[in-house]
């Protein structure tokens, strides 16, 4: 236990520099964004507490990049009553049910295939570059048809998000496994073939152990493609609740500010379930622990 420590306070030095860094830069950079269209306001007339583009960057009512007095005037409009279905952490978690439900049935279709994949290499060769090719169609452009083929079943609302968020992120799930059932050692294997093993035996014991790094390394990154499947489905289709429906409406509205604070609130829940499932790496594989 005390070998973690070093390592995860050297692992929060270099993010904390970068974050100050960032924070260091913001001021300039959205001065820099925004004298261009404070001085086109003032050019045409419209009344501004501010006589120069450069003081009027900070007021401008719809910014490109909005000031830090504006992002923290919008994230207090946005999410209260926290309650309420129209605030923010009411949606983030809708979103966040979404994403954890299509990263389930990502995970059981990816392991699934995974099984079938290692299991038989005339599979491989016949279905992988299928799976490749699902990934290639944008999620713009099926998640409306998804939407419309499932509500034929009666599957509407919640559920149909959590799919076409699976659809996306089953895919490195999938590849990871495989990778992880393969990546027992040979010697190992003889030995399991020296003591007579079933195949069963074979894979409870040593093939799932063997892949479960490689998992755990997947379900990060499908975490993440589920979040953004999840995203534009609610975008894509008829929804009345989600980060997606309020970035669909405040786009509508060309709210920035609004626009900015939501996507703050997507990358927290990013972070958020990436850490989520480190977590449960850190718990299933203790051995693994550095």
């Given at each position: 236990?005390?070998?973690?420590?070093?390592?995860?306070?050297?692992?929060?030095?270099?993010?904390?520099?970068?974050?100050?860094?960032a924070?260091?830069?913001?001021?300039?950079?959205?001065?820099a964004?925004?004298?261009?269209?404070?001085?086109r306001?003032?050019?045409?007339?419209?009344?501004?507490?501010?006589?120069?583009?450069?003081?009027?960057?900070?007021?401008?009512?719809?910014?490109?990049?909005?000031?830090?007095?504006?992002?923290?005037?919008?994230?207090?409009?946005?999410?209260?009553?926290?309650?309420?279905p129209?605030?923010?952490?009411?949606?983030?978690?809708?979103?966040?049910?979404?994403?954890?439900?299509?990263?389930?049935?990502?995970?059981?279709?990816?392991?699934?295939?995974?099984?079938?994949?290692?299991?038989?290499?005339?599979?491989?060769?016949?279905?992988?570059?299928?799976?490749?090719?699902?990934?290639?169609?944008?999620?713009?452009?099926?998640?409306?048809?998804?939407?419309?083929?499932?509500?034929?079943?009666?599957?509407?609302?919640?559920?149909?998000?959590?799919?076409?968020?699976?659809?996306?992120?089953?895919?490195?799930?999938?590849?990871?496994?495989?990778?992880?059932?393969?990546?027992?050692?040979?010697?190992h294997?003889?030995?399991?073939?020296?003591?007579?093993?079933s195949?069963?035996?074979?894979?409870?014991?040593?093939?799932?152990?063997?892949?479960?790094?490689?998992?755990?390394?997947?379900?990060?990154?499908a975490?993440?493609?589920?979040?953004?499947?999840?995203?534009?489905?609610?975008?894509?289709?008829?929804?009345?609740?989600?980060?997606?429906?309020?970035?669909?409406?405040?786009?509508?509205?060309?709210?920035?500010?609004?626009?900015?604070?939501?996507?703050?609130?997507?990358?927290?829940?990013?972070?958020?379930?990436?850490?989520?499932?480190?977590?449960?790496?850190?718990?299933?594989?203790?051995?693994?622990?550095?």
């Amino acid at each position: 236990m005390t070998t973690l420590r070093p390592s995860r306070a050297a692992g929060l030095g270099p993010m904390l520099i970068v974050a100050l860094i960032a924070a260091a830069l913001y001021w300039p950079l959205m001065l820099a964004a925004n004298v261009g269209p404070a001085g086109r306001t003032l050019a045409s007339g419209a009344e501004l507490d501010c006589k120069t583009a450069l003081a009027c960057a900070s007021q401008l009512r719809n910014p490109v990049v909005p000031a830090p007095a504006q992002l923290s005037q919008g994230f207090v409009r946005l999410s209260t009553p926290v309650t309420s279905p129209l605030a923010l952490p009411y949606n983030v978690g809708v979103t966040a049910g979404e994403t954890l439900l299509g990263l389930l049935l990502a995970t059981v279709t990816g392991i699934g295939l995974a099984l079938l994949l290692v299991a038989s290499r005339a599979f491989e060769r016949a279905t992988l570059p299928w799976l490749v090719a699902s990934q290639t169609v944008p999620v713009v452009a099926i998640a409306p048809m998804l939407a419309v083929l499932l509500g034929q079943y009666g599957v509407q609302g919640f559920l149909p998000k959590a799919i076409i968020a699976a659809y996306i992120a089953f895919f490195p799930v999938a590849v990871g496994m495989s990778r992880g059932l393969r990546s027992a050692d040979s010697l190992h294997l003889d030995l399991m073939r020296t003591y007579h093993a079933s195949p069963a035996q074979t894979y409870r014991w040593l093939r799932f152990p063997a892949s479960l790094p490689h998992l755990f390394t997947a379900l990060k990154v499908a975490v993440t493609s589920a979040l953004v499947g999840s995203i534009v489905a609610e975008i894509s289709t008829i929804s009345f609740s989600g980060l997606g429906k309020m970035l669909a409406e405040n786009s509508r509205a060309s709210d920035t500010v609004a626009l900015w604070v939501i996507m703050g609130y997507g990358a927290v829940l990013g972070v958020t379930l990436v850490a989520l499932v480190n977590a449960l790496e850190r718990w299933v594989t203790p051995w693994s622990r550095r």
